[in-house]
């Protein structure tokens, strides 16, 4: 069984800076492009060359090799050029899929996600955040209800097999991504009904947002992707306790089924794998925040704690 630092590495994968010996973070960061906005001297993305090499990339970018940098270039006179930004990223991911240049990126979904940090208004598609590495922003909600004896216990889903990521694995009650223009809190009240049909006035009275996690994660197979890309991202977190009474059942096909679960029956899930990293990452952060991992019963306490709230490579906040 793992460690609950192994289980929190698998999530938060990427190398830190070390005083000692830097070779492990220098040897992962040394072939990285950056990529760039117009007017923004701060990178907002890791690009691995092999995405830089297949990308049919169009007029509207500009690569300078030497520096290993993406520009996405901003044209003054071609409406309001904020909107051109928007338009070039979309007409390159569409170039994309008719050049099939990445088999693995999916259809095109009517969802863009935004670029954290920018200085305007800007969102990618959310199939392709990966390829640019830019933040990726979710929402997630921990269900839980307490037995008459107090013990509590967890709605827990495990995710379909026939999906293309993290089949099987399990998962939150509710999550999400937050999508471009929305809130996280409106993300969750949107996804509580979809996924778990969970009433919307009872989410709004009755959830507690319990701050975020962050980590930098560099892709593997079951992430359905492209293998190797980087993932830096904040998961804005809530909680919600619900009576005994409420039974989840799968409302879409995502799901197979929802468990409830012990605290002792999710740590061995943990600990076994069972658990899609960042889902387990969230529970971890849960177990912290309701004294089931303290620093009497955890030795890898402080460094547990200091890694769910990594420091993210990329500016979270515009004005920062």
Request: aromatic letters at 10%.
């Amino acid at each position: 069984m793992r460690t609950n630092l192994e289980i929190l590495q698998e999530c938060d994968n990427f190398p830190y800076p070390n005083l000692t010996n830097n070779t492990a973070y220098t040897k992962a960061i040394e072939p990285l492009w950056l990529f760039f906005l117009p007017d923004d001297l701060e990178p907002h993305g890791f690009l691995i060359q092999s995405v830089v090499d297949r990308m049919p990339w169009t007029p509207s970018f500009r690569l300078i090799p030497e520096s290993k940098q993406v520009h996405l270039l901003k044209y003054p006179g071609r409406k309001e050029w904020q909107t051109a930004c928007n338009e070039a990223i979309d007409e390159l991911l569409d170039l994309t899929r008719a050049k099939k240049a990445f088999p693995r990126l999916g259809k095109k979904r009517d969802e863009k996600f935004p670029i954290v940090g920018a200085k305007f208004d800007i969102g990618i598609e959310r199939s392709a955040m990966s390829l640019f590495g830019i933040i990726g922003q979710g929402a997630h909600m921990t269900v839980y209800t307490r037995t008459s004896l107090g013990e509590m216990k967890f709605w827990i889903p495990r995710r379909n097999a026939n999906k293309s990521t993290y089949p099987n694995m399990l998962d939150q009650a509710v999550a999400g991504g937050v999508a471009q223009g929305e809130t996280p809190f409106e993300c969750i009240v949107r996804e509580a009904g979809e996924e778990a049909a969970l009433d919307e006035e009872v989410v709004r009275r009755d959830v507690v947002a319990a701050g975020t996690v962050t980590w930098f994660n560099v892709s593997d197979e079951k992430a359905g992707g492209e293998v190797g890309l980087m993932n830096p991202g904040v998961l804005y977190v809530y909680d919600l306790e619900v009576g005994r009474e409420v039974v989840f059942k799968p409302v879409d096909d995502d799901i197979q089924a929802f468990h409830l679960m012990s605290v002792d029956e999710v740590r061995d899930a943990m600990r076994n794998g069972e658990f899609k990293p960042s889902c387990a990452v969230v529970m971890m952060d849960f177990f912290v925040r309701h004294g089931f991992i303290t620093a009497e019963n955890e030795v890898d306490y402080v460094e547990i704690v200091s890694r769910l709230h990594r420091k993210l490579p990329f500016r979270t906040s515009p004005g920062f």
